[in-house]
């Protein structure tokens, strides 16, 4: 908290209190010993009463993908967002814009989650790596969802190693970060071999969210 604390008032010292700064923050790592949410909603408020503009919440690490809906519970499933529950005790604790990410494919699920005010925003990952016209299209149709298969080189343990349900969807950022248009059938072998060969050892060495 420290840490994170002296990074904004660094920033905004230096860009003056009518420039926007948000943050995306770890609801827990989900982790022994590590961030729980006790320890999120401590920083959260600090924050808040620091005078921060906007917070993120997601949650998990990348060996512990909690943003994956990794054992997630029947009633988080069904509402799509991983981490609403927690989000829906932080309103009562800051006035903040709020912004939730994780877990949402549907029109109807997103337009529930802003109707709870539990968040003011929904944020967007997988879902616009697949198809960057997602958004538009949620906007144009209030029942549009998107259906999300994960990804595997029908090896589970391979799987598990290459860490294909974050790698796959990087893949497609790439793709899309050199003008080209995301490739859903893009085949998991590949994106498996490509890990391997940019990062080399550290692709398998534990990493944060």
């Known amino acids: 908290m ?28 989900f982790m022994k010993g590590g961030f729980s949410e006790e320890d999120s909603m401590q920083v959260v408020q600090s924050l808040a009463d620091a ?20 054992k997630a519970k029947a009633s988080t499933i069904k509402r799509e967002a991983y981490f609403l529950d927690y989000m829906e005790k932080v309103r009562q604790l800051v006035d903040t814009p709020l912004v939730v990410t994780g877990g949402f494919r549907s029109a109807p699920a997103m337009s529930q989650a802003l109707a709870s005010a539990a968040t003011d925003f929904i944020g967007l990952a997988r879902t616009t790596a697949v198809d960057a016209e997602f958004p538009n299209k949620l906007l144009n149709d209030k029942h549009y969802s998107m259906k999300l298969v994960n990804p595997t080189t029908g090896n589970k343990a391979m ?28 085949n998991a072998w590949m994106v498996v071999f490509k890990t391997v060969a940019s990062a080399g050892i550290h692709a398998f060495k534990k990493r944060r969210a």
């Open 2 to 29: 420290r840490f994170v604390l002296s990074i904004y008032h660094a920033i905004r010292a230096q860009v003056g209190k009518d420039f926007p700064i948000g943050i995306k923050l770890n609801s827990a790592d």
């Open 159 to 186: 799987d598990h190693l290459g860490m294909l349900s974050i790698t796959w969807y990087e893949q497609q950022l790439w793709r899309i970060a050199k003008g080209k248009e995301p490739k859903p059938n893009l």
């Open 51 to 70: 005078g921060i503009n906007l917070i993120e919440i997601s949650g998990g690490t990348y060996e512990s993908p909690s943003m994956m809906g990794s």
